[in-house]
């Protein structure tokens, strides 16, 4: 147990639906970070946040967005929603902003039909 | 641009040890090496780092060779819970940027 909670553990939605995935970082942590896994592509950097503040953009869609809340959650928005959107998306935190040792959570399945 | 190079498989006995090798030809003097494991589908984990001397902890034992080129993680006592996918990463104040990696599967 990494100490990284997501919600929800499976999702299935239809395209052009919108989503949201949850991540809460281990205690402590204040950068959070969002992965894409899908078959073809790996492990794709998505965005990361420090202490509410977007850090460092990578492959992230236009039709994604997140953000960080005083809390220290973070949430993963995904819209207009396409069959190539499926894949497994992790969220990870670390305690500092360098991209350190980073704590994975258990992903989140995203299914759209 | 990979910045690793790793085998795409191996196969080690259970109980050996398991050695898996990292090419990083281009890695800068900044740059660490990092090993990330996946077991199927779950979360990445991070096992361990280092930047030019041998590290060891309770997961594994990281050897950088004296020009930096590559490494090898020693997995001591191999077990069929560590058959994952073995990721090594350069990176210095960058984003990890996972590759391929290499699937290690555990024999009995």
């Known amino acids: 147990d990494s100490g990284v909670t997501q919600t929800p553990k499976h999702l299935i939605t239809a395209t052009g639906q919108r989503v949201t995935l949850r991540c809460s970082p281990r205690s402590g942590d204040l950068s959070v970070y969002w992965y894409q896994q899908s078959l073809d592509q790996g492990l794709q950097f998505l965005i990361q946040y420090y202490n509410g503040e977007e850090r460092a953009k990578g492959n992230i869609l236009e039709r994604f967005s997140a953000q960080q809340f005083p809390d220290l959650h973070s949430e993963l928005n995904l819209s207009s929603l396409e069959l190539g959107d499926s894949a497994l998306y992790f969220c990870?935190?670390?305690?500092?902003?360098?991209?350190?040792?980073?704590?994975f959570g258990p992903g989140t399945r995203l299914t759209v039909l | 641009d990979a910045k690793t190079t790793q085998p795409p498989s191996m196969d080690c006995a259970e109980g050996r040890a398991a050695n898996l090798p990292c090419n990083h030809s281009?890695?800068?003097?900044?740059?660490?090496v990092y090993w990330y494991r996946q077991i199927h589908s779950q979360g990445p984990q991070y096992i361990i780092h280092g930047l030019k001397n041998n590290e060891t902890n309770e997961m594994a034992s990281l050897i950088i060779t004296e020009d930096r080129k590559s490494s090898t993680l020693i997995l001591p006592h191999a077990t069929l819970r560590d058959t994952a996918v073995y990721y090594c990463i350069v990176k210095g104040n960058e984003k990890l940027t996972f590759g391929t990696g290499t699937r290690l599967t555990i024999i009995p």
């Open positions: 990870a935190s670390s305690v500092d902003i360098a991209y350190n040792e980073q704590f």
């Open positions: 281009t890695i800068s003097g900044n740059e660490y």
